[in-house]
């Protein structure tokens, strides 16, 4: 298949008025001098010491975008697996992915590419922010933007990310986020516009065992390789609380329970004298002798 560059170009809206490559053209590019930036902060502002700081840039945007998503979505977005003492286990994951997809995707959409600042995204203990330049589209009111009106501040990128299957022209992605979020969500300032998601438990904190108010069920909310533990409790008896909550846990779940490697939580399990295994490895399950 070949492709006629000019007319591509000229047909994609790659050239400005005087025939030269336009901000769209450099905004596709291989190389760039556009950056977008992910920064972790310790707590809850900006005041607080920066752990992370990684930066998506001078590359083709699509890719940088995609790049910057997955690392939030996909390691960021960690599982904290939370095991209550009626036998029930809960997946929490830290925020909402197909909300924040909407929220970022958008974010590079609608930002204000001329004025040469890119979309960042801020993490911190409690919440991500995603910040873009531009406010509200001219001529919106904020009834026409939460009421699903799509008036794209960039058409012709609107159409590359729809060609590209990144975006959907029907105005969801607002409703998507004010779906899982609310209103609340959404902050517009005169420059800016802020994207906050709150997150379903805290980055940074160690959250002490909490009981209901009938006694039924503890839970334990300590985030270590995504399950949940008590700091306190030795090894074996980590293993041995988890086992009572649920007898069917995997090795693979005790390795992340207890943050070690395969071979040391076996050598843990075989020199205890409570912890039973009954049945195969598929099929069947733990038991703890009182």
């Known amino acids: 298949m070949s492709v006629n560059e000019s007319s591509f170009c000229k047909n994609e809206g790659f050239y400005d008025e005087d025939g030269n490559y336009n901000i769209l053209a450099e905004l596709l590019a291989d190389e760039n001098r556009f950056s977008i930036k992910v920064v972790r902060f310790e707590g809850n502002d900006k005041g607080s010491n920066i752990l992370l700081r990684n930066e998506y840039g001078y590359q083709c945007l699509v890719t940088a975008m995609k790049n910057a998503q997955s690392f939030c979505s996909d390691v960021l977005n960690q599982t904290k697996t939370?095991?209550?003492?009626?036998?029930?286990?809960?997946?929490?994951?830290?925020?909402?992915?197909?909300?924040?997809?909407?929220?970022?995707?958008?974010?590079?959409?609608?930002?204000?590419?001329?004025?040469?600042?890119?979309?960042?995204?801020?993490?911190?203990?409690?919440?991500?922010?995603?910040?873009?330049?531009?406010?509200?589209?001219?001529?919106?009111?904020?009834?026409?933007?939460?009421?699903?009106?799509?008036?794209?501040?960039?058409?012709?990128?609107?159409?590359?990310?729809?060609?590209?299957?990144?975006?959907?022209?029907?105005?969801?992605?607002?409703?998507?986020?004010?779906?899982?979020?609310?209103?609340?969500?959404?902050?517009?300032?005169?420059?800016?516009?802020?994207?906050?998601?709150?997150?379903?438990?805290?980055?940074?904190?160690?959250?002490?065992?909490?009981?209901?108010?009938?006694?039924?069920?503890?839970?334990?909310?300590?985030?270590?390789?995504?399950?949940?533990?008590?700091k306190s409790l030795s090894d074996e008896e980590?293993?041995?609380?988890?086992?009572?909550?649920?007898?069917?846990?995997?090795?693979?779940?005790?390795?992340?329970?207890?943050?070690k490697s395969r071979r040391t939580v076996s050598r843990i399990i075989a020199k205890s004298t409570k912890i039973v295994r009954v049945g195969p490895d598929f099929g069947g399950h733990w038991e703890v002798k009182e």
């Not at 980590?238 to 943050?259: F, R, S, W, Y």
Request: negative net charge.
């Open 82 to 230: 939370v095991f209550h003492r009626n036998g029930h286990r809960e997946d929490i994951s830290l925020f909402d992915r197909a909300a924040f997809r909407e929220a970022w995707y958008n974010a590079c959409l609608h930002n204000d590419w001329v004025d040469g600042t890119p979309p960042a995204i801020y993490v911190f203990d409690d919440r991500l922010e995603i910040i873009s330049t531009g406010g509200l589209p001219r001529n919106m009111s904020k009834e026409d933007f939460f009421g699903g009106v799509s008036k794209p501040v960039n058409e012709s990128l609107a159409k590359i990310f729809i060609k590209l299957g990144l975006i959907e022209q029907t105005g969801h992605g607002v409703s998507t986020i004010v779906d899982k979020y609310g209103r609340e969500a959404f902050t517009f300032l005169d420059n800016f516009l802020r994207v906050t998601i709150p997150f379903n438990y805290n980055l940074g904190e160690y959250i002490k065992p909490q009981e209901g108010a009938d006694g039924t069920e503890r839970v334990t909310e300590r985030v270590t390789g995504n399950i949940a533990i008590e």
């Open 238 to 259: 980590k293993l041995i609380k988890a086992i009572k909550e649920n007898p069917e846990i995997t090795t693979a779940e005790m390795v992340k329970l207890l943050d």
